[in-house]
């Protein structure tokens, strides 16, 4: 059976209205399985969209699409903590813990782990399964090897395994406001400026190498992830979610040719070429999945 | 909760090299903080860290001046290599090291099973920045300490005292990383070795400095231009969170996280005891021994002048800086964030 297809949550400060279409489309499409909600990145953005949440998850629920609400990466200030705590609360939807304030506010009750909890090793997951994770979302600087390894301890455990295949790889984050300070304003004062970037800042070296992206609190990679040609090995190995993240392209459209590639109903190079055309100039990368420098592009070697 | 009486402002020093540990315990460390010669540590680079027996020495020598040793095991163990993290906890423990710092949930969990008459200090890598991830920690690991995040002010460390079951460390002095500790993959991104897995950041052997012919120098890394520095000006190294780029808003290029520049928080030792700081730690396994003599010793005599109800003689510890530019960082105000 193929992975499910999964969408993860918006990285950064889209306007509701954009949001809101985003979703719409989403439920439409039938490549995807699953959808994650909620604002992991920063939790003054929170405000402009939490009143729409209900209503997108029951849309979503309602095409037949599994909905999970992700916790914020960084918990820190009151509103944070009380946001992730009020979270952690909900019981009718599941939810994936962006950080240990959130594993400890849900307590043994059923959860995912998300990207940022830094479940890097078999221990680790079978400590989480222990304390009540279902799910666990591997680290994207992860290499194969340890993938496998991961993987096969989590799925001996009953876990589904997530690996994220395309979008930009979440490199850091901060305490401090990188869009705030490209502007010459601090968190607090920040006046939202992240929106005007959706899909993250720019920043070139000064060879004039663009490589990095800023995304308020986050810094992201220039390059999206593309593991279409690892699917095959990654099905293999036993991971049951393939993850997007959300980029300013063609989602549904970029779900359909990871959904082709996973049931193999396309072969590499058309999937590449379609993909390709999808997300125009934007560099490709899947070097961390073969433990060379992340922004590196490694060619196929099975398909050579 | 402890009380106020408990708070001891013990001073926790870098110990990169058998000989930089002989200096911080002459110097007047409480502790020392050091690794072993491999991926367990978040300073594994070349020249630096301890072979087994070096250990073994080193517990010696600081347990007979009355100083502790705190072993670090602060990376993240990717699967199929965690058995060298454990055996590393194994060797700490027969050595007879007063504490591990460690991250990792599986190190962590593994410890608190096997060897659980050692203290567990929870690594600033672990990134645990609220009272909920705090007691997380604690309640799952018995962790007896958490080493704060560089990124709270002091009335946010007050607050968080008051609602945790364990002591509190703080960073006073040196290196000030900008990232969330543990949770920063730049350097694998640029490089392929990763700073949680391999405990390696923006590593030497990536670095290239490069003479252009109008007198410029790049400061390389992987062949990414981190910085460049004009022909008088003195070139820093190459880290990619110090770097200066371009943005659409900031085509002159600049500091598009932070200034190279030094946390000292000298001038706030006195706030940080009342806030409940139970330890402080200066960073710089990587320094030289006659830094570490420097700094250890005019840190001891400032928190020795204000255990004794004296006024701090900060001036030599804001000289320590030695021109360089320095901060205070996030403890201040949050109008650093």
């Not at chain 1, 279409?228 to 993240?245: M, N, P």
């Not at chain 2, 020598?61 to 009355?66: E, K, T």
């Not at chain 2, 730690?281 to 570490?292: D, F, L, M, N």
Request: with cysteine.
């Amino acid at each position: 059976m193929a992975a499910n297809i999964t969408i993860g949550p918006i990285p950064y400060h889209w306007p509701a209205a954009i949001k809101l279409e985003f979703y719409r489309r989403m439920a439409e499409e039938p490549a995807i399985d699953e959808i994650y909600l909620g604002e992991v990145i920063c939790s003054k953005r929170a405000p402009y969209f939490d009143n729409h949440l209900p209503d997108v998850t029951a849309n979503l629920m309602a095409a037949g699409k599994t909905v999970i609400l992700s916790s914020l990466a960084e918990v820190m200030l009151p509103r944070e903590r009380k946001a992730t705590s009020d979270l952690a609360a909900l019981d009718d939807i599941e939810l994936e813990c962006n950080n240990a304030a959130a594993l400890y506010a849900r307590g043994r009750r059923p959860h995912r782990i998300g990207p940022f909890m830094n479940a890097y090793n078999e221990a680790t997951i079978a400590f989480m399964a222990d304390q009540g994770a279902t799910h666990i979302c591997l680290p994207s600087e992860l290499p194969a090897p340890s993938i496998a390894i991961a993987a096969a301890a989590a799925r001996a455990l009953g876990l589904g395994v997530e690996v994220q295949v395309f979008g930009r790889a979440s490199l850091a984050v901060s305490a401090r406001c990188y869009h705030a300070r490209a502007h010459r304003r601090t968190k607090d004062n920040c006046q939202f400026v992240c929106e005007d970037d959706p899909d993250g800042m720019p920043l070139t070296s000064q060879n004039g190498t663009p490589f990095l992206r800023v995304n308020g609190i986050q810094t992201q990679s220039e390059s999206y992830i593309d593991l279409l040609a690892e699917l095959d090995d990654l099905d293999k190995l036993g991971i049951t979610h393939f993850r997007l993240s959300p980029q300013m392209v063609d989602m549904a459209g970029v779900a359909r040719v990871y959904r082709a590639r996973a049931t193999r109903s396309i072969s590499i190079e058309d999937a590449g070429q379609q993909l390709r055309a999808l997300c125009g100039a934007t560099p490709f990368s899947n070097g961390f999945y073969h433990g060379v420098a992340g922004y590196q592009s490694v060619p196929d070697l099975a398909a050579g | 909760m402890q009380d106020r009486d408990d708070v001891l402002a013990e001073l926790i020093c870098p110990a990169g090299t058998p000989a930089a540990l002989r200096t911080a315990v002459d110097a007047g460390a409480d502790a020392v903080y050091c690794g072993l010669q491999n991926a367990t540590n978040a300073r594994n680079f070349p020249g630096l860290n301890f072979t087994p027996d070096e250990l073994a020495e080193a517990v010696r020598y600081a347990h007979a001046r009355g100083v502790k040793v705190l072993l670090a095991l602060n990376t993240y163990p990717p699967a199929g290599k965690v058995a060298l993290w454990r055996e590393a906890a194994d060797l700490g423990a027969r050595l007879g090291v007063d504490a591990f710092i460690v991250a990792d949930m599986g190190v962590a969990d593994y410890i608190a099973r096997t060897h659980p008459s050692v203290r567990l200090h929870l690594s600033v890598q672990a990134a645990a920045s609220s009272p909920e991830a705090i007691r997380y920690y604690c309640e799952h690991f018995r962790v007896k300490r958490v080493v704060l995040p560089r990124i709270l002010t002091i009335p946010e460390i007050r607050a968080i005292r008051r609602e945790i079951p364990c002591e509190i460390e703080t960073f006073i002095f040196g290196n000030h990383g900008l990232m969330v500790e543990g949770r920063c993959s730049l350097t694998n991104y640029l490089t392929g070795q990763s700073t949680n897995m391999d405990g390696v950041c923006s590593p030497a052997s990536a670095v290239e400095y490069i003479r252009h012919p109008d007198g410029t120098m790049s400061a390389m890394l992987a062949g990414f231009t981190i910085d460049r520095f004009g022909a008088d000006d003195k070139a820093g190294y190459p880290t990619i969170c110090k770097g200066r780029y371009q943005a659409p808003h900031r085509p002159e290029g600049y500091y598009a996280f932070e200034e190279p520049i030094s946390l000292n928080l000298s001038r706030l030792l006195p706030d940080l005891i009342s806030a409940g700081v139970h330890a402080f730690k200066i960073e710089g396994r990587q320094r030289s021994k006659s830094y570490v003599r420097n700094v250890v010793a005019s840190f001891r005599k400032a928190v020795d002048d204000i255990r004794a109800g004296r006024p701090a003689n900060i001036v030599d510890l804001i000289a320590l800086t030695e021109g360089q530019k320095e901060t205070q960082g996030a403890f201040e105000t949050k109008k650093w964030r």
